[in-house]
């Protein structure tokens, strides 16, 4: 049982390129969402989805899309990064019900350098 | 909105001493839940305990337990005997029952890193 993949684990942008991360659940969670973590300031919510098809902004989420096409799947899409985007992302996921089983499971992170 | 300050950017304590981490929050809901995360250097975001608001007993896990105060917005974390292995980052985060979209949402203090010295 794998829980929550992220990839890639480490990567190096330039200002302005594009990239995408990935984010892939095996436990038939219907939530999952994004987070990304800086110095001082804790985790902060990018976006989120409630199901495929499904998505929603969170507190940080300009200069980021997401799309949800299948339950298992949330990348994350940077379009023009920039060096404010130096940060490690993290995907987790969720099952909705009891509250014994709202606890969310996060992936390992991935590190983003923006130069 | 929700807010969760962790006032404490360091702590640190003896192996085997207990100490306790902060953690202090702002709302206007009467029933959420509460939760200790910890992070140790390899990243991975781990569940530590989790307090439901509308319970009144604190929450325990072995060696880890919770001083939750509903009235001050207080909800501190205690880590008896302390080892070697629970050097890490703390974050404390408060999620909100209200509505179906809440379950995946936490809102995150800024994290005490603890340092435990042999």
């Known amino acids: 049982n794998a829980g929550v993949t992220q990839t890639p684990k480490f990567q190096v942008l330039k200002t302005g390129q594009s990239m995408t991360l990935q984010c892939a659940q095996d436990?038939?969670?219907?939530?999952m969402s994004w987070y990304r973590q800086d110095p001082g300031m804790g985790l902060r919510l990018i976006h989120y989805?409630?199901?495929?098809?499904?998505?929603d902004q969170g507190e940080v989420p300009n200069g980021y899309n997401v799309s949800r096409s299948t339950t298992e799947d949330f990348p994350l899409r940077l379009l023009s990064a920039a060096p404010s985007q130096t940060s490690v992302y993290f995907c987790a996921s969720s099952r909705r019900g009891s509250s014994g089983a709202n606890v969310l499971t996060f992936g390992a992170g991935s590190r983003l350098t923006v130069l | 909105a929700q807010t969760v300050t962790q006032s404490q950017p360091e702590m640190s304590v003896q192996e085997a001493e207990t100490v306790t981490l902060s953690c202090t929050y702002d709302t206007s809901e009467s029933d959420y839940y509460l939760f200790w995360y910890k992070q140790p250097p390899s990243r991975q975001m781990i569940l530590v305990i989790r307090q439901e608001a509308y319970k009144q007993q604190n929450a325990t896990e072995n060696r880890f337990s919770v001083n939750f105060q509903k009235a001050a917005k207080s909800f501190s974390l205690k880590i008896s005997d302390s080892q070697l292995g629970d050097a890490a980052m703390y974050f404390c985060?408060?999620?909100?029952?209200?509505?179906?979209?809440?379950?995946?949402?936490?809102?995150f203090g800024q994290g005490t890193i603890l340092t435990v010295h042999p």
């Open positions: 989805s409630v199901g495929a098809g499904i998505t």
């Open positions: 985060a408060y999620r909100s029952p209200s509505g179906g979209t809440s379950y995946g949402k936490l809102t």
């Open positions: 436990m038939n969670h219907e939530y």
